[in-house]
DNA sequence: ACAGTATAGCAACATTTGTTGCTTTGTCAA
DNA sequence: TTGACAAAGCAACAAATGTTGCTATACTGT
């Protein structure tokens, strides 16, 4: 059910078997939207019992959760390499790699799906703020406990940079990736516009 | 399919309709959790046929959904009342009926349902989005135009706070209400502690 | 009051879902 | 190598889903 994250040693059988559950998921959402796909269709194609994908995920939406959770993770891991701490310059690297990732994934998104985009997303703010959260451990260690919490710290800015996110790849305006992260650091950072 | 918000003149069998479904799903929800409620069960409470449902509601989400947009929609009216302007006040008091909504909403939600909830809670954001957005659109014709896109700060600022109400909601720490809305109207408007 | 229209009820349908008990097969370590 | 164990295959299940074509009923404006 839940899919150890960390590619531990894993039964032979099992690693087998969600490689050709993913691999028939992702071939078939290439294929019709998300919300046409069913287990049956997955089991079909991969060849695996229909039983045996309920052994593995919850449904089909878990399943999609799991390829976009690692597939972000791994975007990040390009795009920030060893960038590890809390600056202007990193958080305009998250921020891009942010917007980069789910205009990627909207566009390859059926609209039909629409409607179940939340559940596949939101933990994409997870990531974002694990993430921080270590960013800001250190420069607290660095520099003495900040004022206010970090979890709180994380936490908002996690869903802020995330909303980014989600408002770049609905409506990229007309201004290129780098000023609109731009603009989104410094509100984040330096505060409101107008206060 | 789409129930619509405003209260036009409606007709009364569509209403009555509704009225049924609503009330035999509130009914559901207090007695199992959402995941283990099936629109069976909420038409047979309804007395309404099963067919009637799938004529007003895609599924029991959609449902779920508009309760709770209509629900949150009543308490900001309420906190809020006549408060309109973006000022530090009215953040504020935002957040705090964002906080206590999410935080009411949490407790009475069952812990099997924590999967499907961001399909429901996101549409929140949208509203505070909308919210904002009105506010510095206001601000915006009394002290000319900010160099920020409203666009923007009113994405970023509306997912923050509903950020620091999720967070609350899930692990509300020692602090009042108050204090923590002000740590968070401070983190948004006067920037980062750390920068 | 009535005719036209929109909505609800009903019954039936093919499918999908999620689960179970049992068997078979693959893996790992003693 | 073999024996214990874990995972996959299989078949069958009751139940829920989403949709359809049709009938009956309630509403609306003229």
Redesign the interface.
Same mark, same amino acid.
């Given at each position: 059910m839940l899919v150890t994250s960390f590619e531990e040693k894993l039964d032979p059988r099992v690693k087998r078997t969600r490689k050709l559950l993913t691999d028939a998921f992702e071939e078939l959402v290439q294929e019709k939207s998300l919300h046409a796909i069913t287990v049956q269709d997955i089991a079909e194609r991969a060849t695996v019992n229909r039983a045996t994908f309920y052994a593995h995920f /919850?449904d089909k939406y878990a399943l999609m959760d799991h390829l976009v959770a690692s597939s972000y993770r791994e975007t990040v891991k390009n795009k920030l390499a060893d960038a590890c701490g =809390?600056s202007h310059e990193n958080l305009a690297l998250l921020i891009e790699a942010t917007c980069e990732f789910l205009s990627r994934y909207t566009s390859s998104c059926h609209p039909s799906d629409e409607? *179940?985009r939340?559940?596949i &997303?939101?933990q994409i703010?997870a990531q974002i703020k694990g993430l921080l959260s270590r960013w800001?451990e250190e420069?607290t260690n660095e !520099?003495g406990p +900040? !004022?206010?919490?970090i &979890?709180?710290?994380s936490?908002? *800015? +996690?869903?802020?940079i =995330?909303?980014?996110g989600?408002?770049w790849a609905q409506?990229s !305006?007309g201004s290129t990736l780098e000023d *609109?992260s731009a603009?989104?650091v +410094?509100?984040?950072? /330096?505060?409101?516009?107008?206060?």
């Open positions: /919850d =809390f409607k *179940y939340p559940l &997303e939101t703010q800001l420069h !520099n +900040s !004022n206010i919490d &979890e709180i710290t936490t908002v *800015y +996690s869903w802020a =995330f909303g980014a989600m408002q409506h !305006n *609109y603009d989104v +410094s509100l984040i950072l /330096d505060g409101a516009p107008v206060p």
